[in-house]
């Protein structure tokens, strides 16, 4: 089994004000929230550009850089957008984007942008969210699963220690599931979520979701309870090098 990584993601709750925006409309009020997922191996980091492909005039030294398996922040973004995505080697004033894409954000609207494939062979998934609400009383947490694995067959999800598919049945590529409330009061600790093929039922990463059931103090501060994630499988069939799964926290406000 190739070797597994994990990184918690966390989106900034704040408003962040990133560079390269040249002709974007932007109010305080009703403004788009919009989080980018780097899953696209061949390069350490990527480059954002609501440029499209023209320079800003600093060649990126003022850029919002995103590191593999890691994800980036913007809800100070609204309209058409015209996003250039850049790898970490082709930053200076004739580089070509890796990804070149054009889109609306509507006010009040919650987009994630899922980057995946490889710097040569690039794809991606942009999808608006409807977020669920988790009154505080409720103690819950809710999860997603989404393949991002290009090329891959369909997978499944399953709670370590339950049958395959006991979360998700079936995921083929791109294939996205609802959100699910999970218990996340005193008395659990962690979730592992398994992701496997599914015909053939090898596993191909699993997760730990943990500190569900941290006091919410200051050394020991609750990330997990009322807020919703998404975990996405990573990799390809050509590169399977690298992290595999990434978790996002999906608590955001616009």
Known sequence: MRKIHFILLLTLLSLVIFS???GLSFKPEGTSS?????????TDYLYTNFN???????YYSNTSAIRYGNSG????YVGQQDLAIYSATDTNANSKPVLRLSFNLERNTIHM??????????????TTDQL???????????????NMAKGSAPVSV????????????????KGISVFKSYKANSTINSYTFEFRDKASGTLLGSCVVDGINNDGSVSSPNIRRNRNFTIALLGNTI???GKRVMIIDETIKI
């Open 132 to 146: 669920p609400y988790h009154l505080p009383a409720d103690s819950v947490l809710g999860l997603r699963f989404i």
């Open 34 to 42: 919009f989080t980018i997922a780097n899953g696209l191996s061949g």
């Open 52 to 58: 499209g492909d023209m320079s800003n005039g600093q």
């Open 73 to 76: 922040f913007f809800n100070s």
């Open 113 to 126: 942008l899922f980057l995946t494939g490889t710097t040569l062979d690039p794809d991606y998934l942009l």
């Open 239 to 241: 590169d399977q090098t």
């Open 20 to 22: 390269c925006k040249k």
């Open 158 to 173: 399953n709670l370590a220690g339950h049958a395959n598919g006991s979360e998700e049945a079936e995921l083929p590529y």
